[in-house]
């Protein structure tokens, strides 16, 4: 909803803001007792459906808790889930305004992902278009003109999305951060490299919010200008 409105596509986010008042009411209508409950209580407290410092939880939250112990500070939380929104919304926006929906999509994904307060590893998908975006640009597609990948060459860009890519991809497909848990995630290795294993998911994805670029158009080939032009006489 939140990128419809901000890329001014009033109707799909009118149709999702209706769709989401028209079940919520469909719920009360149904269980008002246990929608209340839901509203005004359960909503609210992560910890229902798990330990938020469990492992399998990267999200900003899960992140700062295995940093800061089971009840990080709030507040520090709040302000940088309302930093990588912003970021992440800005750029998704930034990305559908040259024409790239896929990554502005994908960006929208990757930070809801970050800002919920508990995000499993299988709600971690986004990365999978991410990975695609990626080798796109790695086979040769350009990118739009921005930092950091402004200073590169097509060739140097090419060569860092398809590592980049690679990298995702053997990181995701591993269990790479289950070395790093003990005890079914309630406690942790700790140090700099257990944090940084521990957590390597969720500094992924927040890499990916800040440098995942957008591509940039490509011009339409003469054959599909002309077949566009037959098309056009023929009506």
Request: charged share 10%; with cysteine; aromatic share 10%.
């Amino acid at each position: 909803m939140l990128y419809f409105l901000l890329t001014r596509r009033w109707r799909p986010a009118a149709t999702a803001i209706g769709t989401f008042l028209a079940a919520t009411a469909t719920g009360f209508a149904a269980a008002p007792h246990a929608s209340l409950q839901y509203w005004t209580a359960t909503l609210w407290d992560p910890s229902r459906i798990g330990h938020v410092d469990k492992t399998s939880n990267q999200s900003l939250l899960g992140m700062l808790a295995r940093i800061a112990g089971p009840t990080p500070p709030q507040l520090l939380w709040v302000v940088l889930a309302g930093a990588v929104l912003v970021v992440g919304m800005w750029r998704a926006r930034r990305a559908f305004l040259h024409g790239d929906e896929l990554v502005g999509l994908t960006l929208t994904g990757l930070t809801a992902v970050l800002v919920n307060p508990i995000s499993w590893i299988h709600h971690l998908y986004w990365v999978v278009p991410a990975v695609v975006v990626l080798t796109d640009i790695a086979t040769g597609r350009p990118v739009v003109p921005g930092r950091p990948w402004s200073g590169l060459s097509q060739r140097t860009t090419a060569l860092v999305a398809g590592v980049s890519a690679v990298v995702l991809t053997t990181a995701f497909c591993s269990e790479f951060v289950w070395f790093f848990q003990r005890d079914e995630g309630l406690t942790h290795v700790g140090g700099l490299f257990g944090t940084l294993g521990e957590n390597t998911f969720g500094l992924l994805m927040v890499a990916l919010v800040v440098l995942l670029p957008a591509r940039a158009r490509l011009p339409a080939s003469p054959v599909a200008v002309d077949d566009a032009a037959a098309t056009l006489a023929a009506d």
